[in-house]
């Protein structure tokens, strides 16, 4: 009878007791770092980031520089002479620094601004154009003289250098979406030892000379994706011992010559367009000048296309092999015409870069004499 209550009352606590409260369970081990997260593809590919768009690249010698990136933000809060000498007086203080402009501000420049000596600097030029058509002195609207300078988005027009990079410190620069336009002497001057150069994406017209790149120890300057037109010579001029790599640019309408490299400079020619109209050649333009060597080093040319009166040098250039240089994207003529023409210069391109690009005759360029245009043209 006792063992009858005894199994009683043990079958009556397990019918009140919970579910499950007999068999209680350990509890749930966290999941691993590896587990996927409910929902998630379990084939899900891993995300690399885009490349930039291809005029946003940064390339050739002068692109491993950084400028001012993470540096403070320098904004030049007057648009004037004044306003642009105070904000580089300020950057050449300590560098490290970014100079911002007001955006598409035209700022008027008669004298001598500082010459940017710091290093790590910017130039952001947010659209800005800095015209010397009352300058009264022989000096550049913007002279780089220290290392690891970027400047970007902006115009230089009607100076008498419109942007010097010059001397043995000025090296690792980095310049890209760039007009500079009527100049009296060098639309862009690379010169007296300034090395590791990068011009890229911009836009030259109507300067005396194009682009100078000359004297000390100047070497290692990579041009590419530029358009240059209606210059009177040095479109561009390498000369003394460089080492040049020019890739994908356009060449048009010189007023005497085109492309020169001399006295022992070296480096490629590859994918780029010399193109001469019959208009240039009734002012002056000769049409077996587009490339031209003069006592040079061997320079490597390939798949370059002469168009119109343009026409390419009789004598090879002695190089069998290309030269070796940091990476460019290159496109074949065709490809790199559309895009240079649609994308080169400080973009947009505003009614002075476009009234160069409509002009077709009329024009006159010469020593002492660039073409200076108005937007009405």
């Known amino acids: ?98 100079v911002r402009f007001p955006e598409n501000a035209t700022i008027a420049i008669r004298g001598m601004l500082p010459r940017l000596t710091a290093s790590n600097v910017t130039i952001d030029g947010n659209g800005a154009t800095l015209d010397g058509t009352n300058m009264t002195k022989e000096v550049a609207l913007l002279d780089v003289r220290g290392h690891d300078v970027i400047v970007r988005d902006m115009r230089f027009r009607n100076g008498y250098d419109n942007l010097r990079i010059q001397g043995d410190d000025a090296h690792d620069i980095f310049v890209t979406h760039v007009s500079s336009t009527g100049s009296r002497d060098d639309g862009i ?28 120890d100047t070497n290692d300057i990579s041009l590419h994706h530029l358009w240059i037109q209606k210059g009177w010579i040095r479109s561009p001029i390498f000369s003394g011992h460089i080492h040049a790599d020019v890739r994908n640019i356009i060449v048009e309408d010189w007023g005497e010559w085109g492309m020169r490299f001399e006295d022992g400079a070296t480096g490629n020619v590859v994918g780029t367009l010399f193109v001469l109209s019959p208009y240039a050649v009734s002012v002056g333009a000769k049409g077996d000048s587009a490339l031209r060597f003069m006592n040079a080093g061997p320079v490597y040319t390939d798949k370059n296309v002469f168009r119109g009166e343009a026409k390419a040098p009789v004598l090879a250039s002695g190089a069998t092999q290309p030269y070796d240089a940091p990476p460019v994207l290159t496109h074949d003529v065709d490809s790199m015409e559309e895009i240079v023409r649609a994308r080169a210069g400080c973009m947009p391109r505003d009614a ?26």
């Open 352 to 377: 002075i870069d476009r009234a160069y690009i409509a002009t077709r005759d009329g024009w006159y360029v010469h020593d002492g004499h660039p073409l200076t245009v108005s937007a009405s043209r």
């Open 1 to 98: 009878m006792r063992r009858f209550w005894t199994a009683f009352l043990l079958l009556l606590v397990m019918a009140c007791s919970p579910a499950g409260a007999a068999s209680p369970r350990k509890p749930k081990a966290p999941a691993p770092a590896t587990a996927k997260k409910p929902g998630a593809s379990a084939k899900k590919p891993a995300q690399t980031a885009p490349l930039p768009p291809e005029a946003e690249r940064r390339e050739g010698f002068g692109s491993r520089t950084v400028g001012g990136e993470g540096g403070r933000v320098i904004n030049v809060e007057e648009s004037s002479e004044a306003g642009v000498k105070l904000a580089l007086q300020k950057a050449n203080k300590t560098g490290g620094v970014i």
């Open 189 to 216: 001057s690379i010169g007296y030892g300034a090395h590791d150069v990068t011009v890229q994406w911009s836009f030259l017209a109507g300067n005396t000379r194009s682009i100078f790149c000359k004297y000390g």
